[in-house]
């Protein structure tokens, strides 16, 4: 009896060892990219098939189709057990570089979590973009990725997206080559759906701190870090408080000033400007900068104070929560769409207030349209009317008693 059952025993552990064997075969065999079947339990929708990655998307409101985490950060950036912030970018394969930029960057030491907006003659820019996440270990550690496509008339389910395996050694993937790959992909030409980009970038986010911008913006030296602190205190998910950042413009050609001094030097040799300031000033200056050069300077530390809601044309750039309200995705884009999200803030009674020190840059002054913003301007126009009617009614049944603090909204 004793020797049979030792040699079950014996059998037993065989067995296991041989399992042990052939699974570590298959993951030997999945790095050279070989592998049948394989998923990651972090990322659940991820699985290898074959020469391919599949991921898997979801339908995102009625028309769109979303694969989440097709990149993920590997960085934590909670080593000094504070929550850090996210830098939250939309784009299109036409801001492949900026995208790295970012990421390359030392100002945003923290994760990136960015919406790419693909159509069929665009699409290559997932697989380039996984392959810099492969090979490039700042992107590694920063960028999450998230595709977004437009459904086809009469589609009705989402399709998977399919990534091409790749066995190139990464030495390889040099700065010119990658320029080259990146100049073989077309960029998209349709309307681009913004405040869903905006939402989806949100909503992948790896952190509860989000901060909104677009992805030409330069940010100050060490922004990032140098917000950490303040942005843990303010933006909590409870206490409806926003931080604004103040955003600047620099001529093409210009050196990007690093730190508020070096913007004061520029800004008084009108070398550096207050965004969008020939273009719709409205929109974007906040006063007294004279008074914030002054408390920039009074203290080490960046710190914030409060100020008013300024008006419906008011697209302030923010840092808040991920329980905060999203941007309406009903909006035209180019009409509004930024500053409805502001407005619906100052209704639901959230407070602004002004950071100190850090602030971020556009290379370029923009003093007029281009012709294909004015076309999606003239396509866009078409919704104002309805989206406007639907959105008042939101706001004024949610929020019914604030709007004397916020004034009225107009489109
Ligand atoms: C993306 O990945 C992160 C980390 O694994 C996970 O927490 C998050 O739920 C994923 N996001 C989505 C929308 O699947
Ligand atoms: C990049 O790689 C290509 C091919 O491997 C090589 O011909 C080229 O010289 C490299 N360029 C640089 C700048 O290293
Ligand atoms: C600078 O800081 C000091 C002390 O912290 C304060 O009394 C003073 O009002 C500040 N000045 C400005 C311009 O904020
Ligand atoms: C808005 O917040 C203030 C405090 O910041 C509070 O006194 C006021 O009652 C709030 N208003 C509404 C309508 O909730
Ligand atoms: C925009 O269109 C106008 C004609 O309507 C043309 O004169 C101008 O050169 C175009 N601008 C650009 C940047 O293509
Ligand atoms: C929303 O409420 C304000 C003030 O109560 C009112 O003046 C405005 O006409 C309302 N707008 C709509 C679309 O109902």
């Given at each position: ?272 400007f207050e965004f969008h300031h020939k273009f ?22 960046a710190y914030a104070w409060q100020i008013d ?103």
């Amino acid at each position: 009896m004793r020797g049979i059952s030792r040699t079950i025993v014996h059998f037993l552990v065989f067995i296991q060892i041989m399992c042990c064997v052939y699974f570590a075969t298959n993951m030997i065999r999945h790095r050279q990219g070989y592998a049948i079947q394989y998923s990651d339990p972090d990322i659940p929708n991820r699985k290898y098939e074959g020469e391919f990655i599949k991921y898997d998307t979801k339908k995102y409101g009625s028309d769109f189709c979303v694969a989440y985490n097709v990149t993920r950060a590997t960085g934590e950036f909670r080593e000094d057990g504070l929550e850090p912030i996210s830098l939250v970018l939309h784009a299109t394969s036409h801001y492949m570089k900026e995208i790295e930029g970012q990421c390359s960057s030392r100002n945003w030491n923290g994760p990136i979590s960015v919406s790419l907006f693909v159509d069929r003659t665009s699409s290559e820019a997932v697989e380039y973009l996984h392959e810099v996440h492969r090979c490039s270990s700042k992107v590694n550690q920063k960028l999450s990725l998230h595709i977004v496509y437009r459904m086809s008339p009469f589609q009705k389910v989402c399709d998977p997206i399919f990534v091409k395996r790749s066995l190139r050694k990464c030495n390889t993937f040099n700065a010119t080559i990658r320029s080259r790959e990146r100049s073989r992909v077309i960029p998209p030409f349709q309307i681009y759906p913004i405040n869903v980009m905006r939402n989806v970038a949100r909503k992948g986010a790896l952190s509860s701190i989000h901060m909104t911008a677009d992805v030409e913006m330069v940010f100050s030296e060490g922004f990032a870090v140098k917000m950490k602190a303040l942005a843990n205190k303010y933006i909590n998910g409870k206490d409806k408080k926003l931080l604004v950042i103040r955003r600047f413009e620099v001529d093409n050609k210009a050196h990007v000033p690093v730190d508020h001094k070096e913007l004061f030097v520029m800004i008084k040799a009108f070398r550096a400007f207050e965004f969008h300031h020939k273009f719709f000033a409205a929109g974007h200056t906040i006063e007294s900068l004279w008074q914030w050069f002054r408390m920039s300077k009074n203290q080490t530390d960046a710190y914030a104070w409060q100020i008013d809601y300024k008006s419906s044309s008011w697209e302030a750039q923010l840092i808040m929560h991920r329980k905060d309200p999203y941007n309406p995705e009903y909006f035209p884009t180019r009409i509004r769409d930024q500053q409805s999200l502001v407005y619906e803030l100052c209704r639901a009674n959230y407070t602004f207030h002004l950071a100190s020190h850090v602030f971020n840059v556009h290379r370029g002054v923009k003093t007029q349209e281009t012709n294909l913003s004015s076309a999606v301007l003239t396509h866009q126009k078409r919704l104002r009317t309805r989206s406007y009617k639907r959105f008042m009614h939101y706001i004024n049944s949610t929020y019914p008693d604030t709007f004397d603090q916020c004034g009225k909204f107009v489109m």
